[in-house]
């Protein structure tokens, strides 16, 4: 077994939080490494349904270790409201999780500073959760945040965190957010979240470094994905970090070298959240009866997600970047009641029509989508593992997202459920993760 990487090819909500548990059981420790508890993943097993913000999912596995990197940005409060879920769920957290004592901590006012962006008349909304998440990463980049390490530092917490509190409310009066903070609640609240906290706060680069050497096997699990990274995505209607494969090693301390596989996760179809261009946004009762079909509302802000058709050339440029040669197709299920299905194969922009990916949201604001239509197969795929049982239409509109991208789909899912998923016998996807 070897050191691999599970990460969305698209716009996030992909479905990685499924292929995570579906192959936890394979690995030792389950690695996340970039994000906050902004985004979720979804996981059902039998009756139960587990949304997890935070926690990487291989940790609904017994007896396996979940790694909240250093690349997080973590709010304490949200971190133990979710592990108290967990352990009432029967998940021994106490031993399967472990946190890094250089991710950053999350505070209420980063929520202040991020309404000057996102509530502010005339300032150019990018669609956040507002929970804060982005101007954390800003007070990591400026040097002033403030690390789970610090937070376990009762005397120098209180007086930092009470400084950067107070230069976020100034900043947020300054643009006319004006919410009221109580500082002495959230200091003390902070102070007693750190308490429960800290069995759990570790070097985990150390960590993960003694693991590897004693020969223990890890899966890195992505939040969002490759279109909302901070460097090659959608700029600036992106994420504030490395979504990106690079962000592995980044935010764990795992050396590159040590990273022996990438597999890329997209959906049948395509959906974003939030603003920015979408060349293949359905808006019509088609998009209404994907985002129906597949529950396209977010795991943790219900938002309803925004829904189009599979754009080839943006798989394509992000198994450029991530280095992925076999992806997982989710969701195929929900095409199930489709006649026929659109593919963008192209884009035309000014009357040229190129397959590479703009480097500017004006650019791609302006592109249209060429499309090549091909037949629905109007029957059940739901729960089907087999390849030879799916509708022969449906093998070939995977086949055909095969040959547009240069990707192989080595495992297909037809369900949310762990034995809801097609695996292909002899693919690059079985070889990387059994080998």
């Known amino acids: 077994m070897s050191n691999i990487v599970i990460l969305g090819a698209q716009w996030g909500d992909e479905g990685k939080g499924k292929l995570v548990d579906l192959l936890a059981n394979r690995f030792d420790y389950i690695v996340r490494y970039q994000g ?131 230069d976020h409310i100034t900043r947020a009066r300054a643009f006319g957010v004006d919410d009221a903070v109580d500082v002495d609640a959230i200091v003390a609240q902070y102070l007693e979240a750190a ?74 179809y395509i959906t974003r959240v939030g603003g920015g261009p979408f060349p293949t946004e359905a808006l019509d009762a088609k998009g209404d009866l994907i985002r129906n079909r597949g529950h396209e509302f977010g795991s943790v802000t219900g938002r309803p997600r925004r829904c189009g058709w599979f754009d080839a050339p943006l798989l394509k440029y992000s198994a450029m970047l991530n280095g992925f040669e076999t992806m997982v197709v989710t969701k195929l299920d929900v095409m199930d009641e489709l006649e026929e299905i659109p593919v963008c194969v192209g884009y035309k922009i000014g009357g040229v029509v190129t397959t590479e990916m703009p480097s500017t949201v004006r650019e791609l604001a302006k592109a249209e989508p060429v499309y090549e239509v091909l037949p629905g197969w109007m029957s059940r795929t739901e729960g089907i593992s087999d390849w030879n049982e799916l509708p022969e239409a449906a093998k070939r509109y995977v086949t055909f997202l095969e040959e547009q991208t240069g990707v192989e789909a080595g495992c297909i899912s037809t369900g949310p459920e762990r034995t809801q998923t097609v695996r292909r016998a002899g693919s690059k996807f079985e070889a990387i993760t059994q080998g």
């Open 195 to 268: 308490e429960r906290l800290r069995p759990l706060v570790c070097d985990t680069a150390a960590l993960l470094a003694g693991a590897m050497k004693s020969g223990k096997n890890l899966l890195f699990e992505g939040a969002q994905g490759t279109m909302l990274d901070l460097d090659h995505g959608t700029y600036p209607f992106v994420t504030s970090s490395s979504a990106c494969a690079g962000g592995a090693s980044t935010g764990t301390g795992v050396p590159p070298t040590k990273i022996d596989a990438v597999i890329g996760i997209s959906k049948a």
């Open 36 to 166: 906050g508890h902004n985004a979720g993943h979804t996981i059902v097993i039998g009756t139960k349904k587990f949304v997890l913000r935070l926690v990487p999912s291989g940790i609904l596995h017994p007896g396996k270790i979940a790694v909240i990197g250093n690349g997080l940005v973590v709010d304490p409060l949200a971190l133990h409201e979710e592990a108290g879920q967990l352990e009432a769920a029967g998940i021994d957290v106490q031993r399967q999780l472990c946190i890094s004592n250089r991710a950053q901590v999350v505070l209420p006012t980063h929520r202040l500073v991020e309404k000057i962006s996102e509530a502010v008349p005339g300032r150019v909304a990018i669609g956040t959760t507002l929970r804060g998440m982005g101007p954390t990463y800003e007070d990591k980049a400026g040097r002033r945040g403030i690390r789970m390490g610090d937070l376990l530092d009762r005397d120098y917490f209180e007086g930092a965190v009470r400084a950067l509190m107070a």
